[in-house]
């Protein structure tokens, strides 16, 4: 069952306060964290003092919305007024932003309480979690290995019952691959369905904020409360946005569903996910869904397109912080030294290595070369996409080559982790929505998580298919005991 609907009913029905509840999810935060790391900030007075608005709220006889009184974490590149937002960087230490994210808005409107702001990659660059310049977030699953990244201290904190579901943002990957190493699902929305207002920016044209829960239902409830057009962000679409539970189904009769070959045959995959992906893929048959294969011959080239089209973003959009107008400053009476000094302190390694790449791709005489070519790929896998949803509903293909590696393990080796995201990335390129769901274990009981891909604004039909699939298996119901 849904936690989000459970937690609800426990409210509505008197049987625990939202006090009550708040406070059990503060006391597995407080237990588990000295392990986890999964939280940057924890802002427990303020929760408590939501929960208490929400008590009085039922006491007044006040009629309660699905996320009134829930316990959420929010991925700390999320603007929260009055509340510390770091991106993990040393260059936003200090940083208390003025105003509040849209999606942190809406949650406030919908009466959800924050327990605080989770751990991430420096300003959502990687994916391990292993670039935060504060600390190393832990797999519940194995607290030796990665949660995944950059969401993974919100994927963490899921999986380990620090909180009922949380915020994640994705440019490359950074929802689903966590989802899929911590065994919870994350959501991917199409790109503009939720404002990005208030998201410390990555990449602009890829970056994605979306949901990272238990189950599926939660998911399709928590999108419905954060999606939506927003005026002050440029990239928003004016579109409608439905119940999203009213699409989870039991069956998947008449669906058409398309395996992605070339993500079978990719290399470094591991055996144990191809094995877990074709039974899900059996499954969904058995649930009556047609399975065809697909050819997306583009599909490999989207690793080094995004590895030219983010950073050069990135570039652009990292100038800001030069110790002028916010964030940290490195002192000193000259002004191009100052520059220099606060980039170079406050910039971790991973955040320097991109930035140089993306100045390098859009500098004189190579920006043809590199980012004019890339987009011109980027293009290429979005007709992909294209004419194969013009066969099938959905393509489904494993989330990430392995399952959660353990930390320190990729660190000097930049390309190897590059490749945590081979499955990823495509979709972000064509403005996809993609969603991961756990679909079975390694044999070291490390997760494994399927996704599942839709054409644009087809949330509808990934919920429909993901809910069909986590019915007929108990993969959602194994949770992990942090040692």
């Not at 609907?5 to 426990?10: P, Y």
């Not at 969904?284 to 294969?293: F, I, M, P, S």
């Not at 987009?375 to 896998?381: M, S």
């Amino acid at each position: 069952m849904s936690v989000i609907r459970e937690l609800h009913h426990q409210l509505v029905s008197k049987e625990r306060s939202a006090v009550e509840i708040t406070q059990a999810y503060l006391d597995q935060i407080a237990v588990l964290e000295p392990k986890l790391h999964s939280f940057l900030t924890v802002t427990a007075e303020q929760a408590l003092t939501q929960a208490h608005q929400v008590d009085a709220r039922i006491a007044a006889g006040e009629e309660l919305g699905l996320l009134a009184g829930i316990p959420l974490a929010l991925k700390d590149n999320l603007c929260t007024e009055g509340i510390p937002t770091t991106c993990a960087s040393k260059v936003l230490e200090h940083f208390v932003p003025p105003y509040e994210s849209t999606v942190t808005q809406r949650l406030k409107a919908a009466g959800a309480i924050a327990l605080g702001k989770t751990n991430l990659d420096e300003f959502a660059m990687g994916s391990s979690t292993e670039n935060s310049a504060y600390q190393i977030t832990a797999n519940p699953w194995d607290i030796e290995r990665v949660p995944g990244g950059s969401s993974g201290g919100s994927a963490a904190a899921v999986a380990a019952g620090e909180c009922a579901a949380a915020l994640g943002s994705d440019t490359g990957g950074s929802i689903r691959q966590p989802a899929s190493f911590c065994g919870v699902v994350g959501l991917k929305p199409t790109y503009g369905l939720v404002s990005r207002f208030g998201l410390v920016a990555y990449a602009s044209s890829l970056d994605q904020i979306g949901p990272l829960t238990r189950t599926v239902e939660d998911a399709a409830i928590l999108l419905g409360a954060i999606a939506g057009h927003d005026p002050r962000d440029s990239t928003s679409l004016a579109t409608a946005i439905p119940d999203y539970t009213q699409f989870l189904k039991a069956d998947l009769k008449g669906r058409r569903v398309g395996l992605i070959q070339e993500t079978f045959a990719a290399e470094g995959i591991d055996p144990a996910v191809k094995g877990a992906t074709e039974k899900a893929i059996q499954q969904l048959q058995e649930l009556g869904a047609e399975v065809q294969e697909i050819s997306c011959p583009q599909f490999p080239y989207g690793l080094p397109t995004y590895y030219l089209i983010a950073p050069s973003e990135a570039s652009s959009n990292l100038a800001r912080y030069d110790g002028v107008k916010y964030g940290t400053r490195t002192n000193n009476d000259n002004l191009m030294t100052m520059y220099t000094q606060t980039r170079a302190q406050g910039f971790g390694a991973e955040v320097k290595r991109r930035i140089m790449i993306g100045t390098y791709a859009l500098s004189a005489g190579y920006y043809d070369a590199y980012y004019l070519k890339a987009q011109k790929v980027r293009t290429l896998i979005k007709q992909n996409f294209e004419a194969a949803f013009e066969q099938v509903d959905v393509l489904v293909c494993p989330t990430s080559p392995t399952t959660a590696f353990k930390a320190g393990e990729k660190v000097n080796d930049p390309l190897s982790m590059y490749l945590s995201d081979l499955m990823t990335i495509p979709v972000n390129l064509a403005g996809l929505p993609g969603m991961s769901l756990p679909c079975g274990f390694d044999e070291q009981g490390l997760p494994i998580g399927l996704q599942l891909i839709g054409n644009v604004l087809r949330e509808d039909l990934l919920f429909e298919v993901g809910y069909a699939y986590e019915q007929a298996t108990d993969w959602h119901r194994r949770l992990p005991a942090v040692e």
